[in-house]
Each structure stands twice: as C-alpha cells, then as structure tokens.
C-alpha cells in the first residue's frame, strides 16, 4: 500500500513558534504559573541537552542504519519536549511580570523635574503628555529618579500649548500608579501604561508649572521633536476631523479623534485604521519602493532606503507589536528576494511571532498583537478559497478590463472576509459585538487608507521642501479624509453590529485559530506541490476555517444555571448601577451616566455583564430621570439586554428616551410608568417591590430636589434577605416612605451618601447590616457626607464605597453575605444579627 502523502506544510518558524505557544498555554493553566519558572527553565536546559546529544551521537551513523533512525527520532522528540519546555518558562516569565495592580490607589501629591519627551496631545480635549522624570519630591524627601510619567491636565485646564519635547520642567501634582480595572470584565488600564513603560499619571496642577534651564547633560529627544512638528503641520494645514484622523493613522495618537468617529469604525469593523497596524507599515514601504522604482535607484540602495524608512517609521511611533510584526514581515520578504531565495508570508508570520514572543513574553496578553497576528493568519489561509469568474466572460476590450476588476474585488473581498474570521473571536472578547459592516467597508476603506497615506506623504513633502504648494497637497489629504469618514459613518449606520451578549469560550476561539493554521498550512503546501488534489484540500480546508470562525461567536453553548443570589454595585463614578442576581432572574437598576468621551453602559455595565454570563435583563428599573441614571441605558438597549424597562414616567418629552425606546422596540418591549406601588413575583420565587413615584410631596426645593424625591424605591427579597434599592430620595421622600418601609438587611444608601438623606429616622427604621454608596472619587459635589456615612456606621453597618473599593459584590448565604470588592477580593462574611462581622478566619474585621 503506498503511503498517503502529507497535505499540511509548516514552516520551520511556525513550528517553533507553536511549539513556545503551546508550552505557555500549559504554564498559564497552572494554578501558580510563576512557580513553575524554575523547574521549565531547568527542564528545558536539560532536554536541549539531550536533543543535541543525541544529534551528535546520530551524525556517526549512517543514515540507514537502525540506531541512526532512533537517535534522530530521540533528537526530534526531545528538541519539541525541550521548546514546550522553554515556553512554560516563557509563560511562567509572563505571569510573573503581570503583578497585581492596585485599584483605586491613594493619589500622593509630588513635585517632580524632568523633561518632556513627547508633547502630541498636548492640544487634545483632555491634555497629556510624557515626561522623563529626574528628581522625585515627596514631601520634604527627594530622591533622583529616571522614569517616564503621563502628565494630565483637567477638561477645565488650559492645554499645555508651550509644550516642546526637550524642555525641561518643575511642577507638582497628584501622582497615582499603574492601576487595576474597577469594575469585572473591564481592561486594566495600568497594563497600557506598563506596555508603554510608563510609571504612572500626574493630575499637574498648572499653576506651579516652572521651566528650568536645560541640565548640560541633556540630549535631544529626536523622535520626540519630529513628532512634534509633524501633529503641528497636520493641525495647521487640516481641518480639524482630518488632522486628528491623520494624526492617529500616521502618529498613533488618537487623543483628538471624537468619540462618535471611533465608534463608527469600530461598529463598522476598521477600527484598525485609527491605530498604527501591519498595513500603515505597509503602506508606507509600498509606497517608498514604489517612488524608488519610479526614479530607477539600483536595487540594494533602494532596499536600505525602504527598510531605514520602515524601521525609522515603526520607532518614530513607538514599535507598536503590529507595526513591528509587519516591519519584521516585510524585512525577511524583502531581504531574500534580493539574495535570490524566497521567505513565504505564512514563514514570515512565524518568524515575526518567534521573535515577538522571545523579546517580551508579556506580548501575548496585548490586544494589538492578538488582532494584527490573527488577522495575517487569516489572510494566510485565504490564498486556498479561490473565487474564479468563468473564463468565458471578459474576452477582449472593455469587458477584459471589467473581468479584472471584478477578480480585484472578489479577491479583496475574499481577504477581507478571511481577516475578519481571524479577528472574530478576539474582537466579540474586546467589543461584544461581530462588526458585520466590515465585510463591505473595508473593500472601500483600505484602498481610501493607501490614497490617504500617499497624501500624507506629499503634503509632508511639500511642507518641507516646497512650503507653497503645502496648502494646495492638503486639498488632496482632505478630501480622502473626509470621504473615508463619511463612509465609513454611513456604512455602520445602515449596518449595525450583531451583538453576541455571551462571551465564547476560550477552546472554540483556539479551535477557529487553529483551524485557520492548518488551512494555510494546506495553502502553503498546495503552492509547493502545485497539485489539484492539494488545492482542492485547501480550498475544502479554507471554506472549514471560515465557516467555524464565523459561527463561534453566535453559537456558544449555555453553561448550568447559576442558582445562587448574589448583586453586584458596578463602579460607575458619579453615578448608579446596581445587578442582582436572583435565581431564574437579573435585574438591573439603572446603568450610570454617559457624556460625550465615556459611556459608562458600554465601559462599565456591559463588560460586568458579559463578565457575570447575564445575556438578558429581565427587569429593568429607571429609578428617575437624571444623567447619572439613565446615561447607560441606550447602549444596554441597544445591545439587546433589556426586554422591559420600569420608571417613574417623568419628563416623557426628553431627547434622552429616543434611543432607550428604540432599542426596547427592536426586543418588543417598552417602557412602563410605575405611579402606584407594584409587586412582582421573580422566575425562583424571589419578590420585588417597587414603590411608585406619586408620592403627594409639595414642591422641592429645586428641580433636581423635586426629581430626586419622585425616585422609583425598590425592594428586592432574595437570598434570605431584604435589599433596599433607594434611587435618590431625600428626607422629604424617606419621611414619606417610611411608613411603608422595614428592616432592609442590605441598603443602596440613597442619593450617593449626600446630607440631603439617610437622616436618623430612615436609617433607624430601615436598620442595614451592609450599606452601599456608589459615588466618583473626588466627585464635585462632596459625596458621601461625612455625617451622613456616621450615621450608618453608629447603627453597626459595615459601609462599603466604590470611590474607594471599585465594584462591590454580594453573594447571600444563610444568615448573612459574603462581600468582596476590587480593591478587596478577600471575601468577608457580614451577618444578619447583631454581632460582629466576621472574615473566613473566624476572627473580627
């Protein structure tokens, strides 16, 4: 019988890579993966060892001979035990780097010397900008330092417009580190800071700002400079949507790009365009070669002028992963074609991932490398899924040329389809959502990056060399800008993205990536072979990897029903956002505020969601119609989330109900005005209790007073316990409602804390055990009281904040709870009676 020959081509790179990737996997499943550093280091040093041994003891044999054939298979065996080996290190090296960061860390007021090194979004919406620190005072200590500091000036400061890299200051401010996410399922925004190597942020106060006389041993921070003086032509030659989009595509900063222009190219899927990606770097090499070509350069002064030009770009912003994954890319590519040999993008994407991964094993957990490196994968096993147009359309003239671009687009829009598969899980992870726009947007959209790009460059040029013909290049940067912006508004308008609520599982996203692996592992072995079996296996591998990539994320299986009760008080800031968890129901009351730069539904509430399992609210209560309420809720709505939504019916005209009607339409519910008091009987028996909001109260004393006291109070039983879910009532609301009210074991304090509520007779007749305040760090209007938080705590309540805890979560037991938050993840039991509370160990907290 012969034997059945291989369909499936790994490069040596990808080999190795995979071999690295499989060993980390293993060490990040451990229980402790850092513990296991020192044991892979060893093993590793031991089996590669073995594996050379054995090469050397093999190479005096004759091939054919039986002892060769097993000393060749022991060197096999041992070199791949020995790679998964040095992976685990690599994994246990990764695990060790990412230490915990705190939440909610104490701001410590400091004076600092230093100089700035990169001044870009000095002029943004809120200012920043990154200094090199020298001198460090705390208090009357001082220490020198070298470290580099995120400087941030208020929404209310004057930007820093005096700004310039090299110049050296003095200032004070509130220094804070790298810190965790406050809320489950949020991204840590320390672990940006720590990818960019920097120490922490500085709220400056502008007024002790001093520049200082330049230390002699000072350099010149080039890349610093030329940034610099690149955003300031951009921003003195483009409007302003076009300078902050070219600033972002070609800087990497997207601190002047409006939060509706991201959200429409991460709902239309190009979101990839707004940061520096495989194919900004592309472009750019693309289009020095081409200009090389285009002036007859020889061959290896043009390759070094291309490759200076790449690898100067990738450094200028920052050697993002992607960019340097395509630079690598593009580097091995090129090189060989020059020395006649040829490196296959498939090898290239190994080898890029090879050495990524070997410099910083921490790499892995950045979203930017997950997306550039799944994205080319996809891209690597389209070349087997073939679209053909018949051979007998198009024959001659015009009708060649339409046949031609017809292949053009089907072949671009093949790639774009491949590229998504590969992104698909990672970005329903990162975004909750499958960007089904995508598919059609970037067949226009990359073609418009490539013009925008080659725009870009001519202004520049004409910036600098030929200052009078500057403004006329700008027409053209403009108008591609402009145009990329407008589709790409229009296109995700019309074509919105399919929500996918739950969070697919970590297995049927590696088994989508992998399946891709091997579809362009059979592409690579078709190229070779150049058989119509071969290509057929790929083309049936290519359709398998694109059809499982995209259904993973809309057919995720539904684990067992959590029986338990538990609520959860989201970190919203200013704000509310109360989920509880009953058996058979979640309920939700309110969702946070939203503004113009943050919506704490989509931040915030949706992440702790996704996070929880919880696909469906099945009540939803407005407590009152105030911003910090009801802010989240048209992205919750609009998600999907919210079959029903219960609220006092006030302000019935407001712009606000437009988008929470509409998304409550798309699930056929609506909104429903509780006037009157209202029981409901929760799926598992639980009891919710809302007190209507006609309360016969004379008029507040302002508006916002009168609104307050109309609050929808809910009153949830569940887990052997009472909630008390108060809105924002004030006294005048709490004395009215203090007849109907009893004993609530667990208490959302009302109107975050302030001095307007809680007095002695409500907290006296509600008597909690566990009082929540939700409100902002150093929020404007001085929330909690402190009298007021004194008087829960003279009851014997355990007081519990998220300005200063982050999210707080309970889950009921008998006779008590079990409360953990963020900054505390410790579990402490409160009990129901009067005795102290008690922590796991037994003794007082």
Not at 148 to 161: H, I, Q, S, T, V
Not at 645 to 653: K, Q, T
Not at 701 to 708: G, I, Q, V, Y
Request: glycine content about 10%.
């Amino acid at each position: 019988m012969r034997p059945i020959p291989a369909s499936f081509c790994v490069p040596a790179p990808v080999s190795l890579w995979l071999c690295l990737l499989l060993g980390h996997a293993l060490a990040a499943s451990a229980p402790i993966p850092a513990a296991v550093e020192e044991p892979s280091r060893f093993a590793a040093f031991l089996l590669a060892t073995a594996s050379l041994g054995a090469a050397c003891a093999g190479s005096r044999y004759n091939a054919r001979v039986l002892a060769a054939v097993w000393l060749r298979r022991l060197e096999i065996v041992t070199g791949i035990a020995a790679l998964i080996a040095a992976g685990g290190t690599l994994g246990a090296e990764a695990d060790r780097m990412a230490a915990p960061l705190p939440v909610h860390p104490r701001a410590v007021r400091i004076e600092i010397e230093g100089r700035v090194l990169d001044s870009v979004a000095a002029d943004a919406p809120q200012p920043t900008m990154v200094l090199e620190a020298t001198l460090v005072r705390v208090g009357r200590a001082s220490s020198p330092c070298k470290s580099m500091l995120l400087l941030r000036w208020g929404e209310d400061g004057f930007a820093p417009a005096w700004a310039t890299p090299g110049l050296s200051v003095r200032l004070e401010g509130e220094y804070r580190p790298p810190e965790d996410a406050r809320n489950p399922g949020s991204a840590a925004p320390g672990r940006w800071l720590e990818r960019l190597h920097i120490a922490g942020t500085v709220d400056v106060d502008p007024a002790t700002v001093t520049v200082l006389a330049d230390p002699p041993d000072s350099g010149i921070p080039w890349s610093g400079l030329l940034r610099h003086r690149l955003a300031g032509i951009f921003s003195r030659d483009l409007c302003p949507p076009v300078a902050a989009l070219a600033r972002g595509m070609a800087l990497g900063d997207r601190s002047g790009i409006a939060p509706s222009i991201r959200d429409a190219f991460r709902d239309g899927g190009t979101i990839h365009i707004l940061s520096i990606s495989g194919l900004h770097v592309c472009v750019l090499a693309g289009i020095v070669a081409t200009v090389a070509v285009a002036v007859r350069l020889q061959a290896t002064p043009a390759l070094w002028i291309e490759l200076i030009s790449l690898w100067g770009y990738v450094l200028l912003v920052g050697a993002p992963a992607s960019a340097v994954r395509s630079a690598i890319l593009w580097t091995a590519i090129r090189a060989a074609r020059m020395r006649g040999s040829a490196i296959r993008p498939f090898a290239g994407w190994g080898l890029a991932g090879l050495l990524l991964h070997l410099g910083n094993p921490d790499v892995l957990a950045d979203p930017g490398f997950q997306l550039s490196f799944a994205a080319v994968l996809g891209l690597s096993a389209s070349g087997g899924f073939r679209l053909a147009i018949p051979e007998g359309f198009g024959g001659r003239g015009s009708l060649r040329r339409v046949r031609g671009a017809m292949e053009w687009l089907l072949s671009l829009a093949r790639q774009s389809a491949f590229a998504e598969a590969g992104t698909l899980g990672i970005q329903v992870l990162q975004f909750g959502a499958v960007p089904v726009a995508g598919l059609v947007l970037n067949l226009a959209v990359i073609p418009l990056c490539g013009a925008f790009m080659a725009a870009l460059l001519l202004h520049l040029g004409c910036a600098f060399l030929i200052p009078p013909l500057g403004q006329v290049a700008a027409g053209s940067v403009e108008a591609s800008g402009l145009l990329m912006l407008w589709l790409t508004a229009r296109v995700a308008a019309v074509i919105p993205p399919l929500p996918a609520r739950a969070l697919p599982p970590p297995a049927a996203i590696a088994a989508s990536l992998l399946a891709l692996l091997l579809a362009a592992a059979a592409w690579e072995h078709a190229r070779v072979e150049r058989r119509p079996r071969d290509r057929r296996t790929a083309q049936w591998c290519a359709l398998f990897a694109l059809v499982l990539a995209w259904t993973v994320p809309f057919a995720v299986g539904r684990g067992p029903e959590r029986r338990e009760a538990w609520m959860l008080v989201i970190d919203v800031g200013q704000g509310d956002a109360v989920v509880a968890h009953a058996p058979g129901a979640a309920i939700l009351v309110d969702a946070g505020p939203s503004t113009e730069s943050r919506d704490e539904g989509r931040l915030a509430v949706e992440p702790a969601l996704r996070a929880e399992g919880i696909t469906r609210i099945h009540t939803a209560i407005l407590s009152h119609a105030h911003r910090d309420h009801y802010g989240g809720l048209a992205w919750l709505a609009g998600r999907g989330y919210l079959r029903s939504l219960c609220e006092n019916g006030r302000d019935p005209g407001g712009a606000w109900r437009g988008a929470i009607q509409l998304g409550l339409a798309r699930a056929g519910g609506a909104p429903v005005a509780i006037r009157a008091d209202t029981s409901f009987v929760l799926e598992g028996g639980s009891r919710l209790r809302i007190l209507g909001a006609d309360r016969g109260l004379p008029a507040g004393r302002s508006a916002n007073a009168e609104e307050n006291n109309r609050s929808l109070v809910a009153f949830l039983e569940m887990g052997g316990a009472e909630i008390c879910l108060s809105g924002d009532v004030e006294r005048e609301a709490e004395a009215s409602l203090r007849w109907k009210i009893g004993i609530a074991q667990v208490m959302k304090v009302p109107h975050h804390g302030s001095k307007t509520s809680s007095d002695s007779a409500w907290v006296a007749a509600t008597r909690p055990r566990i009082a929540l305040i939700s409100c902002g760090e150093r929020n404007r209007f001085g929330h909690p009281d402190r009298a007021t938080v004194g008087r829960y705590l003279l009851r014997g309540a355990r007081v519990f904040r998220t300005d200063q805890e982050g999210a707080i979560r309970l889950t009921f037991a008998p006779h008590g709870a079990w409360v953990s938050t963020r900054a505390h993840p410790a579990p402490e039991f409160v009990r129901w009676d009067t005795n102290p509370a008690l922590t796991p160990s037994g003794q007082s907290p």
